[in-house]
């Protein structure tokens, strides 16, 4: 299993989130996103939904509720440093990796041409939340081989989006990780930018603590303290 002490490499430059919901990539990459943001890389947000069911208060307005959650988001992102959040505003719940789904994740690779993509394990066992899912396998599909095949979607090129051919897939979340990225000097901008979203964590006074002992777990075997942990897929052959 590889780690990060050092430097992220000067090949890639360019990296993309593409996830479910508000609060995912900050849960899942946002000591990574910070270290990435300091080694002065380019980091894009693609956000699926807008998280408009993700309430346990059945009075809530889903409208309303996903105006709040992208204001999180871009608050969040803010702290984190990114470069662009890009919104597609699905609806939450109702997520399937369809072509529909493909070509809208095509067009945001071939817009921002990412080097690395990061997003959601969609082959690990038992994980139930469908949208997380349905994300994680359409934009794997979306990398291999459509977003790279100018036949795919013919009215991109027509747009101006040229084909593009994305380096690796991390996956967070995996089963099996093999990259633990060191975020020892970066975990409490994680924690800062998940304290932006405030629907979801509210006063959260474990949250630190909790998020610690998580990236203390996944830097057990490390020579460093905290760690995220991903499975890469290499897919320029």
């Not at 036949?151 to 990780?177: C, D, M, R, S, V």
């Not at 949250?207 to 290499?234: H, S, T, Y």
């Amino acid at each position: 299993m590889s780690s990060d002490q050092h430097e992220f490499s000067d090949e890639f430059q360019t990296y993309m989130l593409v996830v479910a919901h508000p609060d995912d990539s900050e849960f899942s990459s946002a000591g990574t996103v910070a270290r990435l943001k300091d080694a002065g890389k380019r980091v894009i947000l693609v956000q699926v939904t807008s998280g408009d069911k993700g309430s346990a208060d059945p009075t809530m307005d889903p409208q309303e509720l996903g105006r709040l959650r992208e204001a999180e988001e871009l608050e969040a992102a803010r702290r984190l440093g990114m470069d662009e959040v890009e919104f597609l505003r699905c609806e939450d719940g109702a997520l399937m990796p369809d072509l529909d789904l493909r070509e809208r994740i095509v067009r945001m690779i071939r817009a921002h041409k990412p080097d690395v993509i990061i997003t959601h394990d969609p082959f690990r066992p038992y994980a139930l939340h469908p949208d997380h899912r349905a994300v994680g396998l359409a934009t794997t599909d979306s990398v291999y081989p459509t977003a790279r095949d100018p036949l795919y979607f013919p009215q991109h090129l027509q747009a101006g989006l040229e084909p593009h051919k994305t380096a690796e897939i991390w996956y967070f979340g995996p089963e099996n990780p093999d990259k633990i990225v060191d975020i020892t000097s970066t975990f409490d901008k994680k924690i800062d930018a998940l304290r932006a979203h405030q629907s979801q964590v509210g006063a959260a006074e474990d949250l630190e603590n909790r998020m610690r002992d998580r990236a203390r777990e996944l830097a057990e075997d490390q020579p460093f303290e905290l760690g995220e942990a991903f499975k890469v897929i290499q897919m320029r052959r």
